[in-house]
Nanobody, 122 residues
Framework: QVQLVESGGGLVQAGGSLRLSCAAS????????MGWFRQAPGKEREFVAA???????YYANSVKGRFTISRDNAKNTVYLQMNSLKPEDTAVYYC????????????????WGQGTQVTVSS
């Protein structure tokens, strides 16, 4: 069982930055694809970014060029650097881990964190 704990959310003005962190309990962390998803009120959970065990990066078009995902396997941690934040980025952000399946589908992720709120004011 992999436990994921997110941190770093908060309230920021439009144009500002936040960095989310997700610490994993699993010693085989480096074998997992790690992803970030978000869910706004009344909307479905959507893919934001992912990084494979080999370090290949994937981004949703809506965040490409503004968000950067990275991982530190020595620390069992994945990060999401969010710059140029917009009010439409407001959501609960979830960290997730998977071994197989689609990079982009929430249904293929096996483990989830509790989520961290990001609120961007205009």
């Amino acid at each position: 069982q992999v436990q994921l704990v997110e941190s770093g959310g908060g309230l920021v003005q439009a144009g500002g930055s936040l960095r989310l962190s997700c610490a994993a309990s699993e010693r085989t962390f480096s074998s997992y694809v790690m992803g970030w998803f978000r869910q706004a009120p009344g909307k479905e959970r959507e893919f934001v970014a992912a990084v494979s065990w080999r370090g290949i990066l994937y981004y949703a078009n809506s965040v490409k060029g503004r968000f950067t995902i990275s991982r530190d396997n020595a620390k069992n941690t994945v990060y999401l650097q969010m710059n140029s934040l917009k009010p439409e980025d407001t959501a609960v952000y979830y960290c997730a881990a998977r071994m197989g399946g689609s990079i982009f589908s929430a249904y293929d992720y096996d483990y989830w964190g509790q989520g961290t709120q990001v609120t961007v004011s205009s």
